[in-house]
C-alpha cells in the first residue's frame, strides 16, 4: 500500500511540475505576444538614433572632408554594435518577457493581447506615437512658461543653504 501511495505521490508531482511548466511556457508566449503587439522591439530605436546624431555631430564639428563619410560611418556601424550588446532586441527580450511576466498574470497578458489585436487596440497602436509626441509638447510648452520661476526657487534654496557670512 505504501509503496502504491509513494508511486501516485511521485506521479502527481511529475503531473504537476508539467501543467506548471505549461503553464508558464503560455504566460511566457503571452507576454512575448504582447511584447511583439505594441512593438516593444523599437524601445531602443530612439537610443540608436540619438548615439548616429552624436557621432554625425562628431563628424561635423571635425570638420571632415566628405570623403571620409566612410569613418563616419564605420563608427556608427561599432556603436550600434556596441549598443546591441547592451540593448539590441535579443538582450532586451528576455528580461522584458520576464518584467510582464512578474507584472500580470497569463489571464491579464491575454486580454491584454486580445485587446491590441482588436480594432481599438490597433488603433491606439497606431495613433499612440503621435499623441505622445503631442502631450510631450503640450507639457514642455506648459513648463517654459513657468522655467523662471522655477528658477527662482532654486537660487533662493542655493542662497538659503549657503553659508551666512557675518
Known sequence: MRVI???????????????????????????????????????????????????AKGFAEA??????????????????????????????KPSLVKLYMDEFTESELKQMVDFYQSDLGRKMLARLPELNHRSAQMAQSRLEGIAPEVNKLLDEMVLELSPKKK
Open 63 to 92: 570638420k571632415a572632408a566628405n570623403n571620409q563619410r566612410v569613418v563616419l560611418e564605420r563608427y556608427q556601424a561599432k556603436a550600434n554594435a556596441t549598443l546591441d550588446k547592451a540593448i539590441g532586441w535579443d538582450q532586451l
Open 5 to 55: 501511495q509513494q508511486s501516485l505521490i511521485a506521479v502527481l508531482v511529475v503531473l504537476f511540475s508539467v501543467q506548471v511548466k505549461a503553464d508558464a511556457a503560455n504566460h511566457a508566449a503571452n507576454a512575448e505576444r504582447l511584447l511583439t503587439l505594441t512593438n516593444a522591439q523599437h524601445l531602443a530605436t530612439p537610443v540608436y538614433a540619438q548615439v548616429q546624431q552624436m557621432f
